[in-house]
């Protein structure tokens, strides 16, 4: 009887070679395995491909679409923040050119802009908190298409009508985007970096509103096809972000199936008293930007008596773009302090802007818009960087939605109001009347936000 052939236990080289790569593939990406657990023992040397938010660090779940790094889909995100801003103001340098063009008065105005500040109310309240059901990415495809619809819908406008169409569209996928723009940030960034995901939100927002203020108005005074121009360049970037949005990793592991309902704003027990803080805060900063967005290039064009149009815009610039700059210099304040104190800067600026309107000033209206500016800045930073810190995972597109409601709300209420009012009160008044009050809730947010340090 023969003995049985000797099989060495030890694989070839070759198959040494493949079962390692194998290994370090599976090392590198185990959600390959979870996704095709064939795949392994059908070819050992194979290696598995990378995941899309896998790849960027993000933890979504596994698909083999090739995808951006993390770090360049965080700053994406806070650039859709920007644009949005940037493009919810860029039709208000043209308004007076409408307004001659079709003939309608300063109340058709001031219900154009209503149109788009409750467009985005009513996005907040629908589909506020979808992207947290299906993802983030989805929501951004959707919402940065529907804005380049509006662009078009501006572009091609020949009646008011238009103007009330594309606002009430542009409004909507604005919220829709805000939402899981925001959302996204802290997603991608946000565990390691709260604080940084706040900073970089604050300065987005700010720097979105004042550069868009200046590049329209560039483009109107140009005089080169101002009632379309704008909105080109418009079309352009959100086809580039679209184009970004394309490619971004998802963040969010674990979705369901979307369900559209009017949602009642809610926030976690837990986070009311840091909510309570940024809610504060962006009423009171987001207020003064509602009064200059819809009164404030009257305002300056008269003071420093002069119809070009970057002049009129002025003042909206210098409060926006200072506030920007503002939270970058202060961006390592305690949240508490850069609250309190960028309230108190805000109240003294806007108290020097209604003293400019009584006494004709324009220096002094430029100085309180600088130093409203700094106050808008850090107060708004402030809030938003305390209640960054602390949003549950699963809750971030629901409590950033009721954070841009009451920042949307303080944005729109007073615009309406001085826009409906100032036909009665006169220019100067109007302002004294709503630049006071602003002045008495940033007050009383410097106080309230002093008691929770």
């Known amino acids: 009887m023969t003995d049985p052939p000797l099989v060495s236990s030890r694989p070839d080289r070759a198959t040494r070679r493949g079962g390692m790569a194998g290994a370090g593939a599976l090392a590198a990406d185990p959600g390959a ?45 806070a650039a859709v923040i920007g644009l949005c801003l940037f493009a919810s103001v860029v039709p208000s340098p043209l308004y007076h050119l409408y307004a001659v063009t079709w003939h309608f008065s300063s109340l058709t105005l001031t219900l154009i802009y209503a149109t788009y500040a409750f467009g985005v109310l009513a996005a907040l309240l629908t589909v506020g908190r979808v992207s947290d059901q299906i993802g983030r ?10 804005l380049m619809v509006s662009s078009v819908l501006f572009i091609a406008a020949r009646s008011t009508a ?63 096809a101002p009632r379309t121009l704008p909105y080109v360049l418009l079309l352009v970037l959100f086809v580039t972000a679209l184009a970004g949005a394309w490619w971004m990793p998802e963040p969010v592991a674990e979705r369901s ?12 027990a837990g986070i009311r008293r840091p909510f309570l803080l940024a809610a504060l805060a962006v009423l009171s900063s987001w207020s003064i930007g509602g009064l200059f967005f819809s009164l404030g290039a009257e305002l300056s064009g008269r003071l420093f008596g002069t119809a070009n149009v970057i002049v009129a815009g002025i003042g909206g610039v210098a409060l926006a773009l200072s506030g920007a700059l503002a939270q970058l ?88 109001l001085a826009g409906a009012l100032v036909g009665h009160l006169g220019l100067d008044t109007t302002f004294e009347v709503f630049g006071s009050v602003v002045a008495a809730i940033a007050l009383t947010m410097a106080a309230e936000a002093w008691r929770t340090r």
Do not use: K
């Open 162 to 224: 238009w103007l009330f169409v594309a606002r009430a569209v542009q409004g909507v996928a604005t919220g829709a985007a805000l939402s899981a723009a925001s959302a996204a940030l802290l997603d991608l960034r946000g565990r390691r970096e709260p604080a940084g995901a706040g900073l970089a939100n604050a300065v987005a927002s700010a720097a979105g509103l004042g550069l868009g203020v200046l590049v329209s108005s560039a483009l109107v005074e140009s005089g080169t």
């Open 257 to 268: 199936a979307l369900r559209l309902e009017l949602q009642r704003p809610g926030v976690p």
């Open 137 to 146: 990415r989805p929501v951004l495809l959707v919402a940065l298409g529907t």
């Open 329 to 416: 210099a202060f961006r390592r304040v305690p949240p508490w302090l850069g609250a309190s104190a960028g309230s108190v800067a805000l109240a003294t600026g806007m108290t020097l802007i209604v003293v400019a309107a009584a006494v004709n000033s324009s220096a002094c209206f430029l100085a309180g818009s600088l130093i409203a500016g700094v106050g808008f800045g850090v107060a708004f930073l402030g809030g938003l960087r305390a209640l960054t810190s602390v949003i549950p995972p699963e809750h971030r597109a629901a409590v950033m939605s009721a954070f841009y409601l009451v920042a949307y709300s303080s944005l729109s209420v007073p615009a309406v």
């Open 33 to 77: 395995l979870a996704a095709d657990p064939g795949a392994l023992a059908a070819d050992p040397g194979a290696r598995p491909a990378r995941t899309d938010a896998r790849a960027a660090g993000v933890g979504a779940p596994a698909t083999t679409r090739p995808v951006l790094p993390a770090r360049v889909a965080y700053w994406l995100a």
